[in-house]
């Protein structure tokens, strides 16, 4: 957690009414600042608010005051009223205890204004600092002040004490500062399950607070049920040995977003990602009585026939046999489960994917699912009845939240819940014996349903509940199914057998459709089969013009599973190893021996002739990394963020280096830095290079390049060309940068367009200015996937298309249809273009 230098401490008015200055007060004890400096209010307001954020130390019995500490160890005492304490209570109801913690704002004590004011010598209420020798100046506030919103006090204080930092107290307790979640979709089952296995690694009981609730910082279910989410102040605080660590590492955890983008934006000032702000509820009926509508999950278009999908439920008897017997039954099933789930993973090939079962994994140990589980069995339950009261208590909680990304995990809960009820009760998990051309109807489908749909014969699923964000969803976009989440529940009642549409991209199912309808889309499928079996058929074929020009087209990658799906689809070679998503879901930094094995294994796959780029790390202030405490900037994308990260942080990328470089005997290896600006960063970057390869004895020639997507990199692309290898241009990045549009702005997105002119200028400056120097040209933005770019990009010359893996195929076909006479006369012209709009009209005349 990063110690704020400035020195100042503000105190929020507890009370509204009017400032008086503390030696003004009619009580020695206070006008002599016998107990601390600080201020007295005239009280117009009966609720006193805490005006720090902190823990609550003492209540005094009387109730009239209260101590509070914050987390850099200033303490405030605040008294209402003169003589008070004889009241013994009277008209004072303290609305916290010791021990809480309260945000600043937060009721204290409330009292009866009239009682209180008969009775006592006088209302006014003071608020002063017991731990004076931490402060250097006191600035009072003065005049009228409302409670909770104006600054009543101001500490300088004293050299050393720092504004944010962790306490713990003797008894080994600790809380961290109140901490803004800056994740775009609160604590969901991601950030959540990388916060628990951070949590678990300390001795510690580690809890998350928020609004005075309290979770189990070590369990998933716990921590999703608090239901944190964007912009929430939430804080850690643990209890034991290494409370104090917990406390540190956790809170720059969270601060770093859980492993999930952040993008480093003030927490509610930064929209959700357009896919997860869209919901299920209330879609709009269609006017058209055979549409039923629903949110897109899956793109695609599938004619075939209604069949629908009943849950069956598992009955359980409730008394068990002997908790001793439960217990092992219950153990047994989570590890069979834990089993089974592992054999699903190695099923899936795309590690992302196969996540979702790791999770489930994760929920199988959940300490507090299990202690629900375990409650029950050691209560005479059965194992079964047990087990199935703790995931049903804990699916309703969740689908009972409003944030719908939480309550969508739901589904998995019950998913691993019956998983594990199944062992219990010796049911065999049977596949579903579905019909030919099955489109499926279900109320739900759980993530293991999804994954083990017979392909054959399902073409395409709707399901009632779920959305687009749901782990459904994202499994049916990853094995290719259209699919429908949240359709109308009228779906339900469509008798099995019925022919119907499903279009998986607009969300829709029709029912009934006539036969021109689906000799339409027939037509469209198997037209756009032909074609992508030719592409494929082709895909090991160079991709070379009519007129001979050999334009390299290679893979973006994130990992293994990428570049060894990209040589099966014909790529020839790595364009773009996004090198970063080897770090982001970790919390601890990757060893050199781990990261280079992952680049030896890539190297492998691609083989001794394929060129194989890597990016080193590009993360900052937009993708933080959870092990590497970052400051929070105000402006991420233009921050510490690529190459200034690792040069800032010099032992991360040496590290980087010699992994990568201990790949270069199993491919054509080339190192690319990203971000780069100036050509002081090229020449420090080349001599780390050639230190770490000489230092390994490295013979294997490697290229040096960089991308290139800040524009005055892309303007002075030929002194760049002079000092390096080869560039290649991140258009995602030189669009947001040369049109200063964030690149992820939902109410930018089609302005930040890279057909703009100004960018594709851009992009021409860098191919002329390499070329001037005899240096090479890839792109590696979404750019080179996009066939309506393609002659363009062959028209400016560029070298080298790193697209993404899907794409490849179709985009050396189409390479192999154009000349490049004709592209480079379409580039003079479209490069003379005032707008981007009239860059598209051109281009889309170019394909079908
Ligand atoms: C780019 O900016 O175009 C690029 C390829 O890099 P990334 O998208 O990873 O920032
Ligand atoms: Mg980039």
């Not at 540190?248 to 977003?257: E, T, V």
């Not at 489960?337 to 090939?349: D, T, V, Y």
């Not at 960089?706 to 000092?723: G, L, N, S």
Request: one cysteine or more; a negative charge; aromatic letters at 4%.
């Amino acid at each position: 957690m990063s110690i704020n230098p400035v020195s100042q401490f503000v105190l929020l008015a507890p009370l509204s009414g009017v400032m008086v200055p503390l030696d003004t007060v009619p009580d020695p004890v206070f006008a002599q600042k016998m107990v601390g400096d600080g201020v007295s209010i005239d009280p117009t307001s009966n609720v006193l608010l805490a005006p720090i954020t902190g823990k609550v130390t003492q209540v005094h019995s009387a109730k009239h005051a209260i101590t509070l500490v914050a987390a850099n160890g200033i303490e405030v005492l605040i008294h209402i009223g003169l003589d008070t304490v004889m009241l013994k209570g009277q008209g004072f109801t303290a609305k916290v205890k010791e021990g809480d913690i309260v945000d600043a704002g937060q009721p204290l004590i409330e009292f009866d204004m009239d009682a209180v004011g008969r009775k006592a010598l006088s209302l006014l209420t003071q608020m002063v600092i017991t731990s004076g020798e931490k402060v250097a100046r006191y600035t009072p506030n003065t005049g009228l002040v409302i409670a909770g919103k104006d600054i009543a006090l101001t500490l300088d204080l004293a050299e050393g004490i720092a504004q944010t930092s962790a306490t713990a107290d003797s008894s080994g307790e600790a809380y961290s500062d109140p901490i803004r979640t800056p994740n775009p979709t609160g604590l969901h089952a991601r950030p959540a399950a990388v916060l628990a296995n951070a949590a678990k690694t300390f001795k510690s009981e580690v809890k998350l607070v928020r609004a005075g609730q309290e979770a189990n910082a070590k369990s998933v279910v716990a921590i999703m049920g608090l239901e944190v989410q964007n912009g929430d102040e939430i804080r850690v605080r643990a209890i034991g040995p290494d409370a104090s660590a917990a406390i540190q590492k956790l809170s720059a955890l969270i601060i770093s977003g859980c492993g999930e983008d952040v993008g480093g934006v003030a927490p509610k000032h930064k929209p959700a990602p357009l896919d997860t702000i869209k919901t299920t509820k209330a879609q709009p009926k269609s006017e058209d009585p055979n549409v039923l509508t629903g949110v897109s999950a899956s793109p695609g278009l599938a004619v075939g026939q209604i069949f629908q999908v009943k849950q069956v439920d598992i009955a359980v008897v409730e008394a068990g046999e002997s908790p001793e017997l439960e217990r092992r039954r219950f153990d047994q099933a989570l590890k069979d489960a834990h089993q089974q789930l592992e054999n699903l993973k190695s099923e899936i090939s795309d590690e992302s994917k196969a996540e979702i079962f790791a999770a489930h994994q994760e929920l199988l140990e959940d300490p507090d699912l299990l202690a629900i589980a375990i409650a029950g069995i050691t209560n005479g339950k059965s194992a079964g009845f047990a087990w199935k009261e703790a995931y049903n208590t804990y699916s309703a909680k969740l689908a009972a939240l409003k944030n719908e990304v939480l309550a969508g995990r739901a589904n998995d809960i019950r998913d691993v819940g019956l998983r594990v009820l199944r062992l219990i009760a010796g049911i065999e998990e049977t596949a579903m014996v579905v019909p030919e051309n099955a489109i499926l109807i279900a109320e739900d489908l759980t993530p293991s349903d999804t994954a083990s749909l017979d392909r054959t014969r399902v073409l395409g699923f709707c399901t009632v509940g779920g959305g687009a964000t749901s782990h459904v969803a994202i499994l049916a976009r990853s094995l290719n199914i259209p699919a429908i989440c949240g359709i109308d529940e009228d779906a339900l009642n469509l008798t099995n057998g019925m022919p119907v549409i499903l279009d998986g991209s607009r969300g829709t199912l029709r029912k009934n459709p006539s036969e021109a309808e689906v000799n339409n889309i027939r037509e469209k499928q198997a037209k756009q089969a032909i074609k992508r079996d030719a592409e494929l058929a082709a895909a090991f074929e160079p991709a070379v013009t009519q007129d001979g020009i050999h334009v390299e087209v290679v893979a973006n990658i994130g990992g293994i599973d990428d570049a060894v799906q990209g040589v099966k689809l014909g790529s020839e070679g790595v364009g773009l190893l996004r090198s970063e998503f080897l770090y982001l879901e970790r919390t601890d930094a990757p060893t050199e021996e781990e990261q280079s094995q992952i680049y030896i294994d890539i190297a492998k796959a691609l083989g001794n002739d394929r060129t194989f780029v890597v990016r080193t790390l590009d993360v900052g202030g937009d993708k933080p990394l959870a092990y590497l405490p970052m400051p929070v900037e105000e402006n991420p994308f233009l921050g510490v963020r690529g190459v200034r990260l690792c040069l800032a942080e010099p032992e991360l990328l040496h590290t980087q280096v010699r992994a990568v470089l201990r790949s270069a005997p199993f491919s054509k290896l080339a190192i690319m830095f990203p971000m780069i600006t100036s050509l002081e960063e090229v020449r420090e970057v080349k001599r780390i290079v050639a230190e770490e390869k000489a230092a390994l004895g490295i013979t294997q020639d490697v290229q040096v390049g960089i991308m290139v997507e800040v524009p005055a990199t892309a303007v002075m692309a030929e002194q760049f060309a002079r000092e390096v290898d080869f560039f290649s241009i991140g258009t995602n990045d030189l669009t947001q940068y040369t049109l200063a549009m964030d690149r992820g702005h939902p109410k930018l997105a089609k302005q930040a367009d890279v057909m703009h002119p100004g960018v594709l200028n851009l992009i021409n400056m860098t191919v002329k200015g390499a070329h001037a120097h005899g240096k090479w040209v890839g792109v590696c933005g979404g750019i080179a996937s996009d066939p309506m770019a393609i002659p363009l990009l062959l028209g400016i010359g560029v070298d080298e298309l790193s697209a993404s893996v899907p794409t490849i195929p179709a985009i050396k076909a189409l390479v192999r249809t154009l000349n490049k006479v004709e592209c480079e006369k379409l580039a003079a012209e479209v490069l003379q273009m005032g707008t981007a709009a009239e860059v598209r009209a051109r281009l889309s005349q170019l394909v079908d």
